[in-house]
Nanobody, 123 residues
């Protein structure tokens, strides 16, 4: 199983970016999916989480600006980031609890991280 994140980049304050993270492998379903971020010198923190059923949870710092969504058919999670601020600058990581087949044996709720994608908000 692999998680591949994309969509990061450099954007001016007030701008928008959309991150995507696709899971691949012998997956038959995914439980919670989420986005975390880590700024230089700081601990990794939860940005947003979405359950299989579509319930969401956001860090207070991004509420009203960021929207998490998922496409279960594509095993993909998205993060739409609007009204970006300099303090949103960080490496963003996707995370998922994956149910998959491993040589004919079902593995359930195994946690995976994607490689980070850099988001830089600067004028």
């Amino acid at each position: 199983v692999q998680l591949q994140a994309s969509g990061g980049g450099l954007v001016q304050p007030g701008g928008s970016l959309r991150l995507s993270c696709a899971a691949s492998g012998r997956i038959f379903s995914i439980n919670d999916m989420g986005w975390y971020r880590q700024a230089p010198g700081k601990q990794r923190e939860l940005v947003a989480l979405i359950t299989t059923g579509g319930s969401t949870n956001y860090a207070d710092s991004v509420k009203g600006r960021f929207t998490i969504s998922r496409d279960n058919a594509k095993n993909t999670v998205y993060l739409q980031m609007n009204s970006l601020k300099s303090e949103d600058t960080a490496v963003y990581y996707c995370n998922a609890d994956v149910n998959y087949m491993d040589y004919g044996v079902g593995r359930y709720g195994i946690n995976y991280w994607g490689k980070g994608t850099q988001v830089t908000v600067s004028s």
